[in-house]
C-alpha cells in the first residue's frame, strides 16, 4: 500500500510540474527600449551632475580654508586657531549634510529616481503580468536581475512581448 502511495505522489508531482511553464524577460533591454526611461535618466543624470558640481565646490572652498589656515597658524592666537578649526569642521560638516539630502538613501536624487522611473517599472510589471496570464506561465524570471541564468533558451524570452504590451515596438538593435 506505501508504494502504491509513494508511486502515485511521484507520478502526480511529475505531471504537476509538467504542466508548470516558464519565460524569461530582460528588463535591461526592455528599459532601453522605452523613451520616457531613457528621458528619466538624462534629467536623473542631469540632476546628479549639477549636484555634484556643487558638492566639490564645497569641498574646494574647504580645502582652501584649510590650506590658509595651515599658512597662518603661526600667526593665530589660541582663540582665533580655534575659530577657524570651528569654522572648517563646520564646513566640512554641511557639505557632507548637502551631499546625504542629495545622494543619501532618503535624498532628492533617490525620490526623483522614484517619482520618474516607478511608473515605469508598474507598466512593465502589468505587461509581464498580461503576459503571465495569456501565456499561462507559471514563472517569468528575470535575466539581468541576480538570479543567475546559466541557459536561457531564446525561445522562451518575453521581452519583445512586454514591449508590444506597453506599446512600444521592439525592433532595432537586437539582445
Same mark, same amino acid.
Given at each position: 500500500?506505501?508504494?502504491?502511495?509513494i508511486i502515485s505522489l511521484v507520478l502526480f508531482l511529475s505531471i504537476s510540474?509538467?504542466?508548470?511553464?516558464?519565460? /524569461?524577460?530582460?528588463?535591461? /533591454?526592455i528599459l532601453a527600449k522605452i523613451p520616457e526611461y531613457q528621458e528619466a535618466? +538624462?534629467?536623473?543624470?542631469?540632476?546628479?551632475?549639477?549636484?555634484?558640481?556643487?558638492?566639490?565646490? *564645497?569641498?574646494?572652498?574647504? &580645502?582652501?580654508? %584649510?590650506?590658509?589656515?595651515?599658512?597662518?597658524?603661526?600667526?593665530?592666537?589660541?582663540?582665533?586657531?580655534?575659530?577657524?578649526?570651528?569654522?572648517?569642521?563646520?564646513?566640512?560638516?554641511?557639505? *557632507?549634510?548637502?551631499?546625504?539630502?542629495?545622494?543619501? !538613501? &532618503? =535624498?532628492?536624487?533617490?525620490?526623483?529616481?522614484?517619482?520618474?522611473?516607478?511608473?515605469?517599472?508598474?507598466?512593465? /510589471?502589468?505587461?509581464?503580468?498580461?503576459?503571465?496570464?495569456?501565456? +499561462? %506561465?507559471?514563472?517569468?524570471? &528575470?535575466?539581468?536581475?541576480?538570479?543567475?541564468? !546559466?541557459?536561457?533558451?531564446?525561445?522562451?524570452? #518575453?521581452?519583445? &512581448?512586454?514591449? #508590444?504590451?506597453? =506599446?512600444?515596438?521592439? =525592433?532595432?538593435?537586437? #539582445?
Amino acid at each position: 500500500m506505501k508504494k502504491l502511495f509513494i508511486i502515485s505522489l511521484v507520478l502526480f508531482l511529475s505531471i504537476s510540474m509538467q504542466a508548470q511553464k516558464f519565460a /524569461y524577460i530582460d528588463t535591461e /533591454y526592455i528599459l532601453a527600449k522605452i523613451p520616457e526611461y531613457q528621458e528619466a535618466q +538624462k534629467q536623473l543624470d542631469a540632476l546628479s551632475k549639477q549636484w555634484q558640481t556643487q558638492a566639490e565646490k *564645497r569641498y574646494k572652498a574647504i &580645502d582652501k580654508m %584649510y590650506k590658509d589656515f595651515q599658512a597662518e597658524e603661526i600667526l593665530l592666537t589660541e582663540s582665533m586657531k580655534n575659530k577657524r578649526q570651528e569654522d572648517i569642521i563646520k564646513r566640512e560638516e554641511e557639505a *557632507r549634510e548637502f551631499q546625504k539630502s542629495k545622494f543619501g !538613501v &532618503d =535624498g532628492e536624487l533617490f525620490k526623483k529616481r522614484k517619482e520618474l522611473i516607478k511608473p515605469i517599472q508598474e507598466r512593465i /510589471y502589468k505587461a509581464v503580468q498580461e503576459t503571465a496570464n495569456v501565456g +499561462k %506561465y507559471s514563472v517569468i524570471f &528575470d535575466k539581468s536581475s541576480a538570479a543567475t541564468m !546559466v541557459y536561457s533558451n531564446p525561445k522562451y524570452d #518575453k521581452s519583445d &512581448d512586454i514591449l #508590444k504590451r506597453m =506599446g512600444i515596438k521592439p =525592433g532595432g538593435n537586437s #539582445k
